[in-house]
C-alpha cells in the first residue's frame, strides 16, 4: 500500500496560506513579507555550494511502500506522448532533450535525505544528470541569475536561486533506487535536490528556464519560503 498522503491535507495548508496571502494591506503582514525577503537574502548568503548534503548509506533507504508520493493532481499523471525536455531562456543553445539524449550526458547517483514541509521524510537513491552539467551543455549567460522548472503536471512550478540549482547534488533525475521513475514519483525526469524541501523538487519536468528574474512558485507564490533550503 503506498502512504499517499491525502489531498485534503493540501488544500488546508493552501487555505490557511492564502488567508495570510490575502492580508497584504496590514502593516503588520508587509513587515513579515519584508523579514521574509531579507531572511530569502540571508539564507542565500550563507548558503555554500561547496558543502555537501550527507549522502547515506543503502541500509538508510526507505522501503518504498512507504515513500510518500505527494502531488496536486487528482492522479498522478501519465507522461504525454513524444515527451521531451524543452531548455531555454538566456541560453547559447537553447534544444530540445529526450530521456535517452539527456541519459548519454554525465550520470551521477545520490542518496540522500528527503525533506517534505508538510514534517515527513524519507531516503532514496536517485539517478540523474546534475543541471550544472546541463548548463554546461546549453551554456548559460552571464546574466543568469534564477533556474526555473516547469511542470506538465497542473502548472506546477519552482523557481530557484542559481547557487543552489548548479549544486553538485541538484540533479534532474530519470531514476528512483536503480529504477526508473514511477509516475507517483514524477515520471519520467524531475528535479531532486540534497539542498531543499521537497516542494522545490518539481516533478513531471517538461521545461528549465534559465531567467534574469524570479518567476516565483506554485506554493512558493501562496507563502511559502521561497529559498526553501534543507
Ligand atoms: N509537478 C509537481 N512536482 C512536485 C509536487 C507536485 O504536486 N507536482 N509536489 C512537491 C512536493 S510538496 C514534494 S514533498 C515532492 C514529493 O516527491 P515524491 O512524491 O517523490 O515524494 O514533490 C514536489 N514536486
Ligand atoms: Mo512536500
Known amino acids: 500500500m503506498n502512504s499517499r498522503i491525502s489531498?485534503?491535507?493540501?488544500?488546508?495548508?493552501?487555505?490557511?496560506?492564502?488567508?495570510?496571502?490575502?492580508?497584504?494591506?496590514?502593516?503588520?503582514?508587509?513587515?513579515?513579507r519584508a523579514m521574509k525577503d531579507w531572511n530569502a537574502g540571508f539564507e542565500a548568503a550563507i548558503f555554500s555550494s561547496s558543502r555537501l548534503a550527507p549522502e547515506l548509506p543503502e541500509s538508510a533507504t526507505t522501503p518504498e511502500d512507504d515513500f510518500p508520493e505527494y502531488y496536486i493532481s487528482d492522479e498522478a499523471p501519465d507522461v504525454p506522448p513524444n515527451w521531451f525536455l524543452t531548455v531555454g531562456g538566456l541560453v547559447e543553445r537553447p534544444g530540445r532533450f529526450t530521456l535517452a539524449e539527456l541519459q548519454a550526458m554525465t550520470r551521477t547517483s545520490m542518496r540522500v535525505r528527503h525533506h517534505c514541509v508538510e514534517g515527513w521524510s524519507a531516503v532514496a537513491s536517485w539517478q540523474g544528470i546534475r543541471v550544472s552539467d546541463l548548463a554546461k551543455v546549453v551554456g548559460i549567460k552571464p546574466d543568469v541569475r534564477y533556474v526555473e522548472f516547469r511542470s506538465f503536471d497542473s502548472g506546477y512550478w519552482s523557481c530557484w536561486d542559481l547557487a543552489s540549482a548548479m549544486h553538485p547534488q541538484t540533479l534532474l533525475a530519470w531514476g528512483m533506487n536503480g529504477h526508473p521513475l514511477t509516475s507517483g514519483h514524477g515520471a519520467p525526469l524531475r528535479v531532486y535536490s540534497a539542498v531543499k524541501l521537497g516542494y522545490k523538487m518539481c516533478k513531471y519536468l517538461a521545461e528549465v528556464n534559465f531567467l534574469s528574474d524570479n518567476s516565483g512558485g506554485y506554493w512558493e507564490n501562496q507563502g511559502y519560503d521561497w529559498f526553501a533550503g534543507v
Open 7 to 32: 489531498r485534503r491535507r493540501f488544500v488546508a495548508g493552501a487555505a490557511a496560506a492564502s488567508i495570510l496571502a490575502g492580508c497584504d494591506s496590514r502593516p503588520v503582514t508587509s513587515f513579515l
